[in-house]
């Protein structure tokens, strides 16, 4: 059992009492983060301010066999920072330091708690800025980000979190530090920065993390088509890709989703849209031009009834400030919503679009689609009013159907917002049991104690075992008959 | 450790004709097998593995075997397991730029394939032989990587079989994908160390319409670092930044992509940056291809020794001048080349009696590994390899990396000793 007075005396003696949260009311402050209908209440939450009280922290978590999870800035929307009740929050918010700008190198060196703007902002002036842009990026951290492989509109050509990271600082679930590759690239032995990147939370706390800046763009030309149908918006995409074009962002919202948005920041797309494009191309100036005009012709090819074309920057930031707010303007059409963030190849969806319209009418729940079109991650908000009997349950269930649905196209359950607490019931409709087992020797391998954000990510946990060495006592999940030895 | 196992056991599970006894040219570094397998289904790779940890037997994953010499020398070696029929394009997705296919695909010939519809892997190592599984293996990549970056940027999805058999796939055919961890990425550059890669799923690039290479004269090494530096913070998006060097000068080329104005336009304003360091023009057609033959080969003979430096960008003049320096006092004239938008130098050495190649080498390991980067022996004779560790240093990873190593392949059977720290 957790002493807890005796571990909030040991957290104390490394972080002081400001660096310790223990009073319940207090605590509820972390009890969720970006995904509110999972709340857990943690034993306590502490707030260390450097690499080594982080280690520290650590270590006391694992002499007192106390779970523990880190946090950064709370807006994941899978539950990944969901705090586990009899365990430790280990926040991240007063890690904010950017350590170092390498613009020779183009790197930056930067503590976990960063905010991901920042970034952009510390190097804009020597003409750089941090590519991947999740609509959260006024928040989020880097550290979640990491966690997390957080995308933006604009990894469609540039790539997610994961291609961007090339250096960590880990404190390892045992205490241990650990640094895995660097500013350099290839690092000889296994690419344990590509196993960490996107591993939500699991094996380990990231301390330090170097991030790849790139070079901001020659030019930028934004577009704006309205479509009668996201059919033909659909069309249009797959005509941009067909044409060789890479394009630096291509979203797609659908009726009601404008309707939302209008009500909301009123960004004024045009009316009467079934569906609108937002196309963004970036690059060298005579390269962009070329390809513009091409976009510009492909949307009138497939009917588009009007195109506005950004002339400046404040024009530009007006298309895109319907499609970042669209999340929050759900609000305005009903007074729940359950996101999604499934995937599919970007050619199966004109057909998924269509059968999503047929089960939303099947179960009389709206869906809005709000899209990163170019690479197929849908995000379908399926609306309720939880006031209703039953039909938070029917939204759960339809919301699932729209998963199977994608999955029937080969695609995926989540393309950017985890697996974390949330889908962790939907792992084995994408892989079988032996893909989620050798999956989870890369968590033992880390992990071996189960200690580190335990219970996320994959539906039935396993324990290690020791390799090689002598078996430790029983672990208490084991003993509680929940899960097997592995 | 028993070792009752005979060539006939393997014969029936992948057929007689795809069993034979290893001859000399099997060899590893010296190691010569016992046997050559080749399963042609995913299925008989794990029959064939499970055979083989059953009996304590070493096996290496061989694809063309381009790049049988990367690593230490082998600490043990019974079986071949040759991916050469597991050939397959198993798809071939165009609208979504998605390509699946199986480990044993040659990359030329998958390239050539996906021309048709005028898009390619962005991968571009020199062994175009090579097969999809062994680059991964190896990590292995080429000047395009400027641009597209390496192997774990664009393998989107990967089926492996364990040592002791188990198939497990992660990641999947949709270029956005978070759920589960990316066991991609750990397979990348895992040398055949943690299980068998059998197939393997790539994100897609289009061909470029134009091209365009521009090449400057440097004559010494601060003007090429401040070449470089000048065209990566310019706002040009080279498709590549390669350098060849030798006897304290050499030759940068910048490779513009893209449309055909685009192009032009491109290489101007890099004739002009790159005029500031050097004498530098926009070649022709001709001139062009044969800049790159040139170029493109490692700058080491088969036989010879060479080393890859991985470094930062900035890091350039002194890795060249270093690389002369150090080298030259142990008697040796380096020939160099180099990814020198990426930090990527090779260098080539030939000659000299071992004392001085090793400790040439050492020497100048320690120097690049003070300032962060690495210094990997990728090709050498066995013998210098092992006085050489192959790897370098691995820093305070290297007991996570055992512990890796240790849960997915227990037994170490799968190319043991080959990897970092002996692994
Ligand atoms: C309005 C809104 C819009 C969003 N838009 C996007 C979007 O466009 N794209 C996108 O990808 N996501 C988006 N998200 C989701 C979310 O912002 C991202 O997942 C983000 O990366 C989470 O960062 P965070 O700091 O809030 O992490 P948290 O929510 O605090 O934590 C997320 C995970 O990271 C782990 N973690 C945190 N810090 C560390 C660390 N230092 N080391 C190891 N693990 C750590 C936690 O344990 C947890 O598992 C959005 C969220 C909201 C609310």
């Known amino acids: 059992m957790l002493d807890r007075e005796r571990v909030i005396r040991r957290m104390e003696a490394v ?8 009073e319940r009311e207090k605590l509820r402050t972390y009890e969720c983060d970006g995904l509110a209908s999972y709340r857990v209440i943690p034993s306590l939450v502490v707030l260390p301010e450097t690499a080594e009280q982080v280690q520290r922290v650590v270590r006391i978590c694992n002499e007192e066999g106390v779970p523990f999870v880190a946090r950064g800035s709370g807006t994941g929307l899978s539950g990944g920072a969901l705090p586990v009740e009899e365990g430790v929050l280990i926040v991240m918010s007063r890690m904010r330091r950017i350590l170092e700008v390498d613009i020779p190198n183009q790197r930056v060196v930067v503590e976990p708690g960063v905010i991901n703007l920042w970034v952009t902002e510390e190097v804009a002036d020597a003409g750089y800025y941090y590519a991947p842009d999740p609509s959260s990026q006024l928040v989020c951290s880097i550290g979640g980000n990491v966690a997390e492989n957080s995308g933006g509109a604009h990894c469609l050509k540039y790539g997610f979190t994961t291609n961007h990271v090339t250096g960590l600082e880990v404190v390892l679930p045992d205490g241990q530090m650990v640094h895995l590759g660097g500013k350099a690239p290839d690092t000889p032995g296994y690419d344990l920065v590509g196993a960490f990147v996107g591993s939500e939370g699991t094996l380990g706390i990231a301390t330090k993390i170097t991030l790849r800046i790139v070079r901001k763009p ?13 059919d033909e918006a659909g069309g249009a995409v797959s005509g941009i890709i067909a044409a060789g074009i890479v394009p630096a962002a291509v979203e797609m919202m659908d009726s009601l989703s404008i309707e939302a948005v209008e009500r909301g920041v009123r960004p004024g797309y045009p009316k009467g849209a079934g569906a609108i494009l937002i196309v963004e191309l970036d690059g060298p100036e005579a390269e962009v031009e070329h390809q513009f005009e091409q976009v510009e012709r492909i949307c009138r090819e497939n009917d588009s009834f009007e195109i506005r074309i950004a002339q400046n920057d404040e024009e530009r930031a007006l298309m895109w400030k319907g499609r970042k707010a669209a999340f ?25 679009l269509r059968r999503m319209a047929e089960l939303s009418a099947e179960y009389g729940l709206r869906v809005a689609n709000v899209f990163h079109a170019g690479d197929g991650n849908l995000h379908p908000l399926v609306l309720y009013d939880e006031e209703k009997e039953g039909e938070a349950e029917r939204a759960e269930e339809l919301a699932g159907e729209i998963l199977t649905l994608c999955l029937e196209h080969g695609g995926s359950i989540t393309g950017e917002h985890g697996v974390g607490e949330d889908k962790k019931k939907h792992m084995p409709k994408m892989f079988t049991e032996d893909d989620l087992n050798v999956m989870q020797l890369l968590r ?13 990510v994959f539906p039935t946990p396993r324990l290690c075992g020791e390799v090689p060495g002598p078996r430790r006592e029983l672990h208490p999940v084991q003993k509680a008959g929940l899960a097997e030895i592995f | 450790m028993q070792r009752t196992l005979s060539p006939e056991d393997f014969r029936q599970v992948v057929g007689g004709e795809h069993v034979r006894e290893a001859v000399p040219d099997d060899a590893v570094d010296g190691v010569v097998p016992s046997i050559v397998v080749e399963p042609g289904s995913v299925e008989e790779v794990s029959e064939v593995l499970k055979l083989a940890s059953g009996a304590g037997l070493k096996v290496a994953p061989r694809g063309s075997g381009t790049k049988m010499e990367l690593g230490n020398p082998p600490a043990g070696l019974d079986v071949i397991l040759s991916t050469r029929r597991l050939n397959r394009i198993i798809e071939h997705a165009a609208g979504d730029l998605v390509a699946g296919v199986q480990a044993g695909v040659r990359l030329e010939d998958l390239q050539e394939e996906l021309s048709g519809a005028n898009q390619m892997l962005a991968l571009d190592p020199p062994e175009a032989e090579g097969t999809v599984g062994g680059i991964v293996a190896a990590d292995a990549s080429g000047p395009r990587r400027l641009r597209y970056g390496t192997a774990r940027d664009l393998l989107i999805g990967i089926t492996v079989v364990l040592a002791d058999g188990t198939v497990a796939r992660a990641g999947g055919k949709v270029v956005k994908n978070v759920a589960g961890y990316d066991l991609s990425k750990l397979f990348t550059r895992s040398l055949g160390t943690l299980g068998v890669i059998v197939e393997t799923i790539w994100r897609l690039h289009p061909v470029p319409f134009a091209s365009g290479t521009v090449a400057a004269e440097l004559e010494d090494a601060a003007s090429a670092g401040a070449a470089v530096q000048s065209i990566l913070h310019s706002s040009l998006v080279p498709g590549a930044l390669e350098l060849r060097w030798r006897g304290g000068r050499g030759r940068l080329a910048v490779l513009i992509e893209g449309v055909k104005p685009g192009v032009e336009a491109q290489s101007r304003a890099a004739r002009e940056l790159l005029g500031e360091h050097g004498e530098a023009r926009i070649l022709d057609e001709s001139e062009e291809d ?22 930062v960008p900035a890091g350039l003049p002194d890795v060249l001048e270093s690389v002369e320096r150090i080298t030259g006092r142990y008697g040796f004239e380096p020939e160099i080349s180099g990814h020198a938008g990426t930090g990527v130098t090779f260098v080539g050495l030939s000659g000299g009696d071992e004392d001085s190649r090793a400790a040439a080498i050492g020497e100048l390991r320690r120097g690049v590994e003070e300032r962060g980067g690495s210094l990997v022996l990728v090709q050498a004779p066995a013998e210098l390899k092992r006085r050489v560790e192959v790897w370098g240093s691995t820093g305070d990873a290297l007991q996570l990396m055992r512990r890796v190593k240790e849960r997915f392949d227990p037994g170490y059977i799968l190319n043991p000793g080959r990897f970092v720290g002996g692994i």
Request: charged share 15%; glycine share 10%.
């Open chain 1, 15 to 22: 972080l002081g009492p400001e660096g310790v949260i223990s």
């Open chain 1, 218 to 230: 020659e030019a930028v030309r934004t577009l704006l088509a309205a479509f009668n149908s996201p």
């Open chain 1, 328 to 352: 929050a303007a759900m609000g305005h059409m009903s007074p729940d919503y359950y996101v999604q963030d499934s995937v599919i190849p970007r050619t199966a969806l004109p057909e998924v």
């Open chain 1, 444 to 456: 033992c391998a880390f992990d071996p104690h189960y200690l580190c954000n335990p219970g996320k």
């Open chain 2, 290 to 311: 044969e800049l790159w033959s040139e170029l493109l080969p490692m700058p080491w003979e088969s036989g010879g020794i060479g080393l890859k430096i991985a470094g």
